[in-house]
């Protein structure tokens, strides 16, 4: 079926995202129900979302109604939290589609994206899909990111350089001092911020300062609202007037805007569990460190990268998996023979602990 003369040329042998399944599809895989299944994988909030959020969606009966292409109700409730106004905010169905809308309008073909590996995979996926040219700087060896080398390798066709903080999968930081020295150089430097609330730092309050600043987050990971799909920008309004002339008009559902409004009117709830994962971040890392199968890395974020000691990546996953617990894995030459481990509740660090004294 595949015309080639009328498929784009840059979309020629791009790999798809490698998305993680849901739990059905990982449960049936090995026998396991979908209710027992441990899903590490994901960096998802084992705790869901907020009671209100299921309670609301239930007794909404506006579905029949196209939501709001504006976003306004969404915007002027991250107004409160995050001291931002409206125009300065960009709403978005999940954060990756505002990395999608930003590379779109920025990119003429060929045009050129930073991004510093080992880190998310979306970048540059988005980035081919657009018809850009991905251009790799590694991380040092600590993983933090090398800013001379950054700025060494842009040129004339360098449009966007990206940085996730707390980078996923190594979960540190970025410093404000190097972002600083990036905006200097006047592209588009982007920050992800996924997880910042598991963090506590953000560099947001530079896009006062800086109008090449982007700033992005999501309620997919403290707010537990990643099968709902809504992030958020905060960007200048200079670009976010673009963002709201380009995107799609009803990118976020009736649904999302409900779940965000009622994750407002329960913070205490979604903080405490917020603390939990904390907490638990710090138990499963001891763990690991004593049990002596993975070494952990100091982590800001809701997951722990490992690199594996004993055994290799390949097998501790497949050991795991087994038992009904699923994680990431990873064997490539920036992260060789590693393990990412999401933090989830009590019973699941015991759970990977006495599974992982079992391995082969
Ligand atoms: C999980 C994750 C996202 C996902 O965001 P969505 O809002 O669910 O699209 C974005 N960036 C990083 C670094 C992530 O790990």
Redesign the pocket.
């Known amino acids: 079926m595949e015309n080639p003369n009328i498929i784009r040329f840059h979309l020629d042998g791009l790999k798809p995202y490698e998305p993680i399944d849901p739990p059905e599809v990982l449960g049936a895989r090995v026998g396991v129900p979908p209710e027992k299944v441990i899903k590490l994988d994901g ?1 998802e909030n084992p705790y869901g979302c907020s009671p209100r959020v299921q309670r609301a969606l239930g007794e909404a009966i506006s579905y029949n109604i196209y939501p709001d292409p504006l976003n306004r109700e969404v915007r002027q409730l991250l107004e409160g939290y995050t001291g931002f106004g409206s125009e300065y905010i960009a709403v978005g169905s ?4 505002l990395i999608d809308n930003i590379l779109r309008i920025s990119l003429e073909p060929g045009d050129k994206v930073i991004n510093c590996p080992p880190t ?1 995979g ?1 970048y540059p996926f988005s980035t081919q899909v657009n018809g850009g040219e991905i251009v790799n700087i590694e991380r040092k060896p600590d993983y933090s990111i090398d800013v001379d080398a950054i700025e060494s390798a842009i040129d004339s066709r360098t449009k966007v350089v990206f940085i ?1 903080s707390p980078n ?1 999968p190594t979960g540190n930081l970025a410093s404000e001092g190097e972002i600083i020295q990036l905006l200097k150089t006047n592209i588009w430097i982007v920050v ?1 911020e ?2 910042y609330e598991f963090a506590k730092e953000s560099v947001a309050q530079l896009v006062r300062s800086y109008s090449n600043l982007i700033v ?1 987050r ?4 403290w707010a537990g609202l ?1 099968g709902l ?3 958020y920008g905060i960007l200048s309004p200079e670009i976010n007037e673009i963002i709201y002339r380009m995107k799609m008009p009803y990118n976020v559902t009736i649904a999302a805007q409900i779940a965000v409004r009622e994750t407002f009117t329960d913070m205490e709830y979604i903080q405490s569990t917020i603390e939990a994962i904390i907490t638990e971040r710090q138990r499963l890392f001891d763990k690991l460190k004593e049990q002596g199968i993975l070494d952990p890395i100091p982590s800001r974020s809701n997951f722990i990268l490992c690199r594996v000691l004993k055994s290799n990546a390949r097998q501790i996953k497949q050991d795991l998996e087994n038992k009904g617990i699923f994680i990431r894995y990873f064997d490539n030459p920036l992260l060789d023979n590693m393990i990412r481990i999401s933090v989830g509740k009590p019973e699941h660090t015991d759970a990977i602990i006495e599974a992982l004294a079992e391995v082969r």
């Open positions: 960096n999940g954060s990756d589609e998310f979306m996730t996923n992800d996924a997880y992005l999501t309620f997919s990971k990643a799909r809504v992030g």
